[in-house]
């Protein structure tokens, strides 16, 4: 069983940066795979990032790619989420996600457990 608590969101302007944390407990966090996805008003819960156990490997959405990092501290039980050149279209609101498998997966299926979510609102 992994408990995940997201912290970090806030209102930002475009063009700025945030990051968001994932707060983990429980077992064996460091042999989970750990996503972030974000959902907004109206549309469906997208994939952002992935990251394995290890962090070895990562794995971002199109319009993220060279803005986002998603980066892991596995001895602190925390996952990141570093977002940069923040554009409006970035508002949603962030779950962070752990995978029970080493692997990275963008499907949202395939994740087994969820934070609540933190909003980010980036204005124009």
């Known amino acids: 069983q992994v408990q995940l608590v997201e912290s970090g969101g806030g209102l930002v302007q475009a063009g700025g940066s945030l990051r968001l944390s994932c707060a983990a407990s429980?077992?064996?966090?460091?042999?989970?795979?750990m996503g972030w996805f974000r959902q907004a008003p109206g549309k469906e819960r997208e994939f952002v990032a992935a990251?394995?156990?290890?962090?070895?490997?990562?794995y971002y959405a199109d319009s993220v790619k060279g803005r986002f990092t998603i980066s892991r501290d596995n001895a602190k039980n925390t996952v990141y989420l570093r977002m940069n050149s923040l554009k409006p279209e970035d508002t949603a609101v962030y779950y962070c996600?752990?995978?029970?498998?080493?692997?990275?997966?963008?499907?949202?299926?395939?994740?087994?457990?969820w934070g609540q979510g933190t909003q980010v609102t980036v204005s124009s």
């Open positions: 429980g077992r064996t966090f460091s042999r989970y795979a």
């Open positions: 990251i394995s156990w290890s962090g070895g490997s990562t």
């Open positions: 996600a752990a995978h029970s498998s080493s692997l990275l997966s963008r499907y949202s299926y395939e994740y087994d457990y």
